[in-house]
């Protein structure tokens, strides 16, 4: 379970710069941007492997709590629209300029749903953790007006919404090879 700690506060930690502005200008006028986002990206990655590793190794009992079954019923319609969210977050869409942070709402989505759909310690740990950060960045994000102005192109909607969707459908059904849990009865 401390691998799986460590790459959260690696992972979360320098994702959470932003809402410290302060550190983050200061960081990035002592680093240079060039450093400062390779340094960024190189602590993101450490992190994520951590995740991934820690997770894989942590045991999946004891359980919290019992699943929710509307979560688990819900899951697959709410991935799609999380996947949808987390597309057009990347891209000059409708969706972004009208949400503003689809990118955190995605990630809240995926959060909540996995959370409640589990019930293991190390599942509360892992999606409880990811849903505080995407709550505490969207609200520094609003709260910091961090919105960049575009022009959306109704093609990027499209592309983001058929993209995801199929990246959603594919993770659904490699779930069970993926991430060891079966999720639809469609799954391979």
Same mark, same amino acid.
Not at 96 to 114: D, E, I
Not at 124 to 134: D, E, P, V
């Given at each position: 379970?401390?691998?799986?700690?460590?790459?959260? %506060? #690696?992972?979360?930690?320098?994702?959470?710069? &932003?809402? /410290?502005?302060?550190?983050?200008?200061? #960081?990035?006028?002592?680093?240079?941007?060039?450093? =400062?986002?390779?340094?960024? @990206?190189?602590?993101? $990655?450490?992190?994520?492997?951590?995740? %991934? *590793?820690? =997770?894989?190794?942590?045991? @999946?009992?004891?359980?919290?709590?019992?699943?929710?079954?509307?979560? !688990?019923?819900?899951? &697959?319609?709410?991935? *799609? %629209? @999380?996947?949808?969210?987390?597309?057009?977050?990347?891209?000059?869409?409708? *969706?972004?300029?009208?949400?503003?942070?689809?990118?955190? /709402?995605?990630?809240?989505?995926?959060?909540?749903?996995?959370?409640? +759909?589990?019930?293991?310690?190390? +599942?509360?740990?892992?999606?409880?953790?990811?849903?505080? =950060? $995407?709550? *505490?960045?969207?609200? @520094?994000?609003?709260?910091?007006?961090? %919105?960049?102005?575009?022009?959306?192109?109704?093609?990027?909607?499209?592309?983001?919404?058929?993209? $995801? !969707?199929?990246?959603?459908?594919?993770?659904?059904?490699?779930?069970?090879?993926?991430?060891?849990?079966?999720?639809?009865?469609?799954?391979?």
């Amino acid at each position: 379970m401390g691998l799986l700690v460590l790459g959260l %506060v #690696l992972f979360i930690g320098i994702h959470l710069l &932003p809402v /410290l502005t302060g550190v983050r200008n200061a #960081l990035q006028a002592r680093m240079g941007e060039k450093a =400062y986002k390779g340094m960024f @990206s190189l602590v993101s $990655a450490a992190g994520l492997v951590l995740i %991934v *590793i820690g =997770y894989g190794r942590a045991p @999946s009992e004891p359980r919290l709590f019992a699943p929710v079954p509307a979560a !688990v019923l819900l899951a &697959p319609l709410a991935m *799609i %629209v @999380s996947f949808v969210l987390l597309a057009a977050a990347n891209m000059r869409t409708h *969706i972004r300029r009208a949400l503003k942070h689809p990118m955190l /709402l995605g990630v809240g989505l995926w959060a909540t749903v996995h959370l409640l +759909a589990n019930g293991e310690v190390k +599942a509360t740990l892992l999606f409880g953790a990811f849903l505080a =950060y $995407a709550v *505490i960045d969207l609200l @520094s994000a609003v709260q910091r007006h961090a %919105v960049k102005q575009f022009t959306p192109v109704a093609r990027q909607d499209a592309m983001a919404i058929g993209a $995801a !969707v199929v990246l959603a459908l594919l993770v659904m059904a490699f779930h069970r090879h993926l991430f060891g849990v079966p999720v639809v009865p469609w799954g391979l």
